[in-house]
């Protein structure tokens, strides 16, 4: 399974594909960087990096964990005082 985070200022996009489960849910690997999508049971679904540093967040706020994949639609990111709202797509 493949999911994309599609940025809306420019269309940048980045490629995440399953790589096995985290914390009884499906993790996503970024095919061209060391940063995840998991689930997380006190922050729900997010992009962490490699130290476990969250950096986005589905716009709409916190997951309960009912949800079995991170939720489409909008997401919005912060990182090194810059913040972009991206789309999640599924393939």
């Known amino acids: 399974m493949l999911i994309e985070f599609v940025r809306r200022v420019d269309g940048l996009t980045y490629r ?16 061209d960087l060391d940063l995840w999508c998991r689930w997380f049971p006190d922050r729900g679904w997010c992009t962490v990096d490699a130290h476990g540093i969250a950096n986005s967040w589905p716009l709409l706020g916190r997951t309960g964990g009912e ?3 991170p939720p489409l639609g909008p997401w ?4 090194g005082g810059k913040s ?8």
């Open 16 to 31: 995440f594909l399953r790589d096995g489960d985290f914390n009884g849910k499906p993790s996503f690997k970024r095919l």
């Open 67 to 69: 949800e079995p994949f």
């Open 76 to 79: 919005r990111s912060w990182k």
């Open 84 to 91: 972009y709202l991206y789309d999640l797509r599924s393939f």
